[in-house]
């Protein structure tokens, strides 16, 4: 069965340290991934998405994430973090055949010290 | 752009009531998602449907019902409100079976709350 861990629950980072979000998931096949990103009291917005081909995924905002196969990850990373991207993180594993449905970690709730 | 469009934002429904919660797309997606999100466990699907006419059950179904009778609607329903519905709901988009056009676009969530 399709899952997704996020083993941090919160982080706090200064702004203009560097960021690692982890993610591993669990999948029969090679998966879809995803980051999302949600705002306090907003919807969900795509970060990046990993499907094939290259495994260092470069998305939105500066964010980046590479898909290791061998230990099922899929963790995000920024260089430098700004106030701004304080937000809860949600990785996720998409199904490749059937609905598209999408398997959401539980998300990581990150705080930016000033 | 509109995208996708939840109603409404915010609801308090006493025990037993009954509320639909909209959802409309208009980017011509055949998939269309009901998620429910609760605090510290992401998001879980509760329907689905894959085109106009189509639904099926997910992860949560109990308590809920859905519609697909056009490709831009899919209203969520709620029949007898209880306690363990309050939550914040998703509805989400997709365009296709797989491949770089499986990205699901969210609506700004309807915030339920049950009491």
């Known amino acids: 069965a399709q899952s997704v861990t996020q083993p941090d629950i919160h982080i706090t980072v200064s702004e203009g340290a560097s960021l690692e979000l982890r993610c591993n998931y669990s999948?029969?096949?090679?998966?879809?991934l995803f980051w999302y990103v949600q705002s306090p009291g907003q919807g969900l917005q795509l970060l990046l998405k990993y499907f094939s081909g290259d495994t260092l995924v470069q998305g939105i905002k500066g964010f980046e994430a590479e898909f290791k196969r061998s230990q099922s990850s899929f963790n995000l990373r920024k260089p430098s973090v700004h106030w701004s991207d304080a937000a809860e993180y949600f990785c996720a594993v998409g199904e490749r055949t059937g609905a598209n449905n999408l398997f959401f970690g539980t998300g990581t709730r990150l705080t930016v010290i000033p | 752009n509109a995208g996708v469009t939840q109603t409404p934002k915010f609801r308090i429904l006493k025990i037993g009531q009954s509320m639909t919660l909209q959802c409309t797309q208009d980017?011509?997606?055949?998939?269309m998602y009901w998620y429910r999100q609760d605090p510290g466990m992401g998001l879980k699907l509760i329907y689905y449907?894959?085109?106009?006419?189509?639904?099926d059950k997910g992860e949560v179904p109990n308590g809920y019902n859905v519609s697909r009778s056009t490709t831009e609607d899919f209203p969520l329903r709620l029949e007898l409100a209880a306690p363990s519905q309050t939550s914040v709901y998703f509805c989400a988009s997709s365009y296709s079976s797989g491949g770089a056009n499986t990205e699901a676009f969210f609506g700004q969530g309807t915030r339920l709350t049950v009491v």
């Open positions: 980017m011509n997606h055949n998939y």
């Open positions: 449907s894959v085109g106009a006419g189509i639904t």
């Open positions: 999948y029969g096949a090679t998966p879809y």
